[in-house]
């Protein structure tokens, strides 16, 4: 068994644009709908081996459509895009919570390099 904080709560916010998460060390992160859409653990978006991770364009606008447990160490988010095969553990929630702007620096930076815009 691990010390990382678990999650007590998860609450999407009324306009759907952000997941807020409580976790059990009273701790409390607000993770925008852009972000966890681009930075989904699925395989479509991190690819299925080395060098395969996908930029996703075009989410500013995304919201979150459907949350459902996944046993009792993740959920799946589903998104007004469509995309629904994200399974964000609560370790992938915490790590979002202290490092997500780091990581979608790096996405903006990707969309940049690419010619790619988040509208």
Avoid: C
């Amino acid at each position: 068994m691990t010390d990382q904080p678990w999650p007590s709560e998860l609450k999407v916010s009324k306009d759907r644009r952000s997941l807020t998460v409580v976790f059990d060390n009273g701790e409390s992160v607000v993770l925008p709908a852009e972000m966890l859409r681009v930075l989904s653990p699925s395989a479509e978006v991190q690819g299925h081996g080395p060098g395969q991770k996908v930029t996703v364009p075009g989410k500013r606008n995304v919201t979150i459509a459907n949350m459902v447990a996944t046993g009792n160490y993740a959920v799946r988010i589903a998104f007004s895009d469509g995309h629904d095969s994200g399974i964000f553990t609560w370790t992938y929630l915490y790590e979002l919570g202290h490092k997500g702007l780091e990581k979608f620096a790096e996405y903006e930076a990707e969309l940049a390099a690419k010619g790619l815009s988040r509208d």
